[in-house]
């Protein structure tokens, strides 16, 4: 079974709706995050957590929203979807441990396509 | 804030040959580099990382990377090709904390056999 999982996987909605999008993990990470994939861009992030009472803005975080209901837990929120929100979005999670900087562990994506 | 260029949005090399995917980096701090690569409809999964510890990061899949400070550069390196390295190789950057990562736009890499 996979360790970071996201649902759905693929959504396609209409301008205006309100869209969630799922994360969960069974690594028994405190960190999550969420980033957006746009061909010759990148991954930019959205929001990140890294605990559960600990929500941060990330770099492209208008029009967003998150929710960490739990440790293993991670919501994405789109409150009034726009087209230029289509894209690719992943969840990833970390946990530095001993290490100096910690290593993210990705899902498998949610690919988002607001008409 | 600390950023990242990849040079070449697609790189194709012959089976067996060489590849070489180029990264320079930007930051203001001591620089955590990292590289991904991303296979058809997966996730992102990590080649290597440098932390400081040694110039020349091994990874994984027989892949290479060499932090060089005097050129900012995070180049990766193979030195045979395989038809399964064929994906998306994005590099990234971020400080101490892993708040702040940043990711190249990544180079699409196509093995030709």
């Known amino acids: 079974d996979a360790d970071v999982t996201q649902t759905p996987r693929n959504r396609i909605t209409k301008t205006g709706k309100r869209i969630m999008l799922e994360c969960s993990q069974t690594k028994g990470h405190d960190r999550m995050y969420w980033y957006r994939q746009d061909p010759g861009l990148g991954l930019r992030l959205i929001y990140y957590s890294f605990d559960v009472k600990d929500i941060n803005k990330g770099e492209i975080s208008d029009g967003y929203s998150v929710s960490r209901q739990a440790q293993a837990k991670f919501s994405l929120s789109l409150e009034s979807a726009i087209p230029n929100q289509t894209a690719l979005y992943f969840c990833?999670?970390?946990?530095?441990?001993?290490?100096?900087?910690?290593?993210?562990?990705f899902g498998p994506g949610t690919r988002l396509t607001v008409l | 804030a600390q950023s990242v260029t990849q040079l070449g949005s697609h790189v194709s090399v012959s089976e067996g040959a060489l590849v070489l995917l180029r990264c320079n980096y930007s930051?203001?701090?001591?620089?955590?580099l990292f590289w991904y690569v991303q296979y058809p409809n997966q996730g992102l999964q990590l080649l290597l990382k440098y932390t400081s510890a040694a110039t020349l990061v091994k990874g994984i899949n027989g892949f290479e990377a060499e932090f060089k400070k005097s050129e900012t550069s995070f180049h990766l390196t193979k030195p045979s090709a395989h038809m399964s390295d064929a994906a998306e190789y994005f590099c990234?950057?971020?400080?101490?904390?892993?708040?702040?990562?940043?990711f190249g736009a990544g180079t699409r890499l196509t093995v030709k056999p």
């Open positions: 990833a999670t970390s946990d530095p441990g001993t290490e100096i900087t910690d290593t993210q562990y």
């Open positions: 930051s203001s701090v001591p620089p955590y």
């Open positions: 990234a950057v971020s400080g101490y904390n892993n708040n702040d990562m940043r």
